[in-house]
């Protein structure tokens, strides 16, 4: 039996901010891009290695709001200190600070960001479960 893979998706106006904020700023591979797939653009985001990935679309015409709360979050745990530094130092030298997170559990072993569309990423120092 094949493991489930987990896709996220998500509108945005801004589709070349969104994939520099997850490919340079988080470190993620571009997995696929799309241009007018009956009127959508796309591109999906990820790491080849892991059974899930995030794919970013705009819609020709339409826009869509930023995102509606603080609290819509997606969370990466990264159990290992070099790692999780890794990814806060690239995320900073990205030119994106750390924001206080809504809920203050992430505070306590993890920092939050911001994407180009306000919602929060939290890089978690601790290893899920």
């Known amino acids: 039996m094949s493991s489930p893979v987990l896709r996220v998706a998500r509108p945005t106006n801004?589709?070349?901010?969104?994939?520099?904020?997850?490919?340079?700023?988080?470190?993620?591979?571009?997995?696929?891009?799309?241009?007018?797939?009956?009127?959508?653009?796309?591109?999906?985001?990820?790491?080849?290695?892991?059974?899930?990935?995030?794919?970013?679309?705009?819609?020709?015409g339409v826009t869509v709001e930023r995102a509606p709360t603080h609290e819509h979050l997606l969370v990466l745990y990264l159990p290992a200190l070099d790692e999780w530094t890794a990814a806060v130092e690239r995320l900073q030298a990205f030119g994106v600070t750390p924001c206080g997170a809504e809920n203050p559990y992430w505070d306590r072993e993890g920092k939050t960001f911001e994407d180009p569309d306000g919602y929060r990423i939290v890089l978690q120092h601790a290893a899920w479960g």
Do not use: K, S
Request: net charge negative.
């Open 14 to 60: 801004q589709l070349n901010q969104v994939a520099d904020f997850y490919t340079r700023g988080l470190g993620f591979e571009v997995l696929a891009r799309f241009d007018d797939h009956e009127g959508f653009d796309g591109i999906v985001v990820g790491r080849r290695d892991c059974p899930w990935h995030i794919e970013f679309t705009h819609q020709h």
